[in-house]
């Protein structure tokens, strides 16, 4: 996983409160083996409308998305942090985000930022009157800073370290694997066993 | 202070617990399909790193399968690939797999519990957010994503930060024709889709007590449309005897040890709950969705709302999309809608007792013209058992289609899709814009609504025949 200290870049307002992972991508689109090519199922369905937000090219090649609350309901889908990485948003900024979606992005390094909706408003005015507004996220300092001015946010101390030094978190917890050993010696015995097969 | 039982769960596989650091929780059980876990077996062979427990995992082929024609090779040619990916992943890692014809083959969600591998008091997860489905024995089960499911493959552990706890007491008897499904759909459409995010909902009160384990399931599977991770309801008798006798159940001084174990999993009296919700059942009426998330809902003899009567601005806008997507107008009665499909199964009601009941309502019956009908079983065992008592010739004899196991049309991955502006009534899960196919329109009702409106062709309950 890549380090994530700041990122620069241009915001597209998706201003739509409830998107589930099965708009970010839809089931039909999640048939591949490996964690590229998603782009082609961002939002496959919206992107018909030729008055969708994404098609607007005042907004081509911008980075970050600004969404309406509760954004990545639904389906535990890592594809669809994936379809949004790989078209190549680094941040998605909401006043809300649903708990596997949330957390899916935090492993897979998509930073994902919680403000009020009064700041999302102010990110969206911002960005609806000039699309090529410039937006620094800087991950230590916890801030957001556009046209003069600076939002700050909260994450979560552990994730942001993990984030910042790019760490995944399989190689830490496998740092810890004596305790994994300790603990499985004292479960009870009568818990379940897939294997052997009885019938 | 008391604990509550997503507490004392929660407790009991702590394997690490450090100040500034998420706690390290061991995982009883993990279940995987053919969707969400190919990069994560990927991951592993790129780190050159082992599945640490085999055998407390499990998998089966259910979100891409057909339901037609299973032991043809798969037609579409994306779709076998997935499947036989997992086939080759499980022979190279040492996971039992259930394929497709395999006598326990079926929706992950449905061969758990019928093995008797969801048992009380476990940490259950999978790579689908309905795995809170089997909160109903009392386990913390949840939803995870890919990277989630390489680090169990990997650690047969989570790193996880302890959810807060929500009390959802249902008190009451419920009138005839008003279901768990009806239960669920109605504890969402009052806390809406993120009411429960952050929590662990505890299902509680004399409506829940009085459930069979198939319902329990039913409304723990629709915690995650809630917006939380998981749901449970405290093991009591009704739990215990559906375990006892299941080919995994402890037996003999196993059997004695777990039950004893069991019986402490209940939150206690003294308990402190961060959120405590009531929900009258017998209020309650046969539910269904009119929108395009699962809080859009109301009693099936509302009308259609008007998004004009809507203060939250955010709200009003989401609803006159959803009107919008759905083809419908303020104030027509729900009642007077047109069906092109009803959808029976899923993980929600694809079980035994939800194909006993459509079949009672459809019995001498015939799925009206214009109307089809699909009933695709939970599981390859609900199948079986559906044939053994004549469920599925009285469902072919009404005009439905009977089918194999799989999730089917409940998202749509199979060929089995709604299309353009074709409008379902369906026991799954989500009403999501295109979630059942392109362009199709989904609303969630019980499978008692399902059974009467595929007679009468209009959204309709058994009390409307």
């Given at each position: 996983m890549d380090k994530f200290i700041t990122h620069v870049g241009t915001a597209i307002p998706l201003?739509?409160?409830?998107?589930?992972t099965d708009q970010i991508i839809p089931a039909v689109y999640l048939k591949r083996v490996t964690k590229s090519g998603f782009e082609d199922g961002l939002f496959a369905a919206w992107r018909n409308d030729p008055e969708f937000v994404l098609n607007n090219p005042a907004y081509a090649g911008a980075t970050i998305l600004v969404a309406g609350q509760d954004f990545g309901t639904g389906s535990s889908r890592e594809h669809a942090v994936w379809a949004l990485q790989n078209y190549g948003f680094k941040v998605v900024i909401s006043s809300r985000f649903a708990d596997i979606f949330r957390g899916n992005s935090q492993k897979a390094g998509l930073l994902t930022i919680v403000i009020s909706e009064a700041d999302v408003e102010s990110i969206w005015s911002a960005i609806e009157s000039d699309s090529t507004t410039e937006i620094t996220v800087d991950l230590e300092k916890k801030s957001i800073s556009f046209s003069g001015k600076t939002l700050s946010f909260e994450l979560d101390d552990y994730v942001r370290w993990r984030l910042m030094e790019g760490l995944d978190d399989i190689g830490l917890t496998l740092q810890k694997m004596d305790e994994v050993a300790d603990f499985e010696a004292k479960r009870a015995h009568f818990k379940p066993k897939t294997l052997p097969v009885l019938s | 202070m008391g604990k509550t039982l997503a507490e004392k769960i929660w407790a009991d596989h702590v394997v690490r617990s450090a100040a500034g650091e998420p706690d390290l929780i061991y995982i009883d059980l993990h279940l995987i399909h053919e969707v969400t876990s190919p990069q994560a077996f990927d991951g592993l062979r790129l780190a050159g790193r082992?599945?640490?427990?085999p055998n407390l995992t499990i998998a089966t082929e259910d979100h891409n399968v057909p339901t037609l024609d299973i032991l043809k090779p798969i037609a579409d040619p994306v779709s076998k690939l997935q499947v036989d990916t997992l086939r080759a992943n499980c022979a190279e890692f040492g996971i039992r797999l259930h394929s497709l014809g395999d006598a326990e083959q079926g929706i992950v969600h449905v061969v758990g519990p019928q093995l008797g591998?969801?048992?009380?008091?476990m940490t259950i997860v999978c790579g689908d957010s309905h795995t809170s489905t089997h909160g109903a024995f009392g386990a913390l089960a949840f939803g995870i994503g890919t990277s989630e499911v390489e680090h169990v493959l990997a650690t047969q552990t989570l790193p996880l930060v302890r959810p807060k706890t929500m009390a959802i007491n249902v008190e009451g008897t419920l009138k005839p024709g008003v279901t768990s499904k009806d239960i669920i759909l109605a504890i969402i459409a009052k806390i809406?889709?993120?009411?429960?995010?952050g929590y662990v909902l505890e299902y509680r009160g004399s409506a829940i007590r009085a459930l069979s384990m198939e319902g329990r399931m039913t409304v723990c599977n629709m915690s995650i449309e809630a917006g939380a991770r998981a749901g449970l309801i405290a093991p009591d008798e009704v739990t215990y005897a559906y375990v006892q006798g299941k080919p995994h159940a402890p037996q003999g001084a196993d059997w004695d040890a777990a039950l004893a174990y069991w019986k402490t999993l209940h939150s206690d009296s003294d308990a402190k709950f961060d959120v405590e919700i009531s929900i009258n059942a017998a209020e309650l009426e046969p539910f269904v969705t009119?929108?395009?998330?699962?809080?859009q809902g109301l009693p099936l003899?509302?009308?259609?709302?008007?998004?004009?009567?809507?203060?939250d601005a955010e709200e009003r806008g989401a609803a006159e999309r959803a009107l919008t997507y759905m083809g419908l107008t303020a104030g027509t009665p729900l009642k007077s809608i047109k069906v092109d499909t009803v959808f029976l199964g899923s993980c929600t009601n694809g079980r035994i007792e939800d194909l006993r009941a459509a079949a009672a309502v459809l019995k001498g019956q015939k799925v009206a013209s214009g109307t089809r009908m699909l009933v695709v079983p939970g599981s390859d065992r609900v199948r079986v058992q559906a044939h053994e008592e004549g469920l599925d010739q009285v469902f072919i004899d009404a005009g439905a289609e009977w089918r194999n196991a799989g999730c089917s049309m409940c998202l749509g991955m199979n060929p089995d899709q709604l299309a353009v502006g074709e409008r379902s009534a369906s026991t799954s899960n989500r009403n999501f814009e295109g979630r059942q196919g392109k362009g199709g329109r989904t609303h969630l009702v019980s499978p008692l609504v399902a059974a009467a409106t595929a007679i009468r062709g209009t959204l309709s309950s058994p009390a409307d025949l």
């Open positions: 201003r739509r409160s409830n998107v589930d | 082992k599945v640490r427990r591998i969801t048992q009380p008091g809406g889709t993120g009411g429960g995010q009119w929108g395009t998330n699962p809080g003899s509302a009308n259609v709302p008007n998004p004009a009567d809507i203060a």
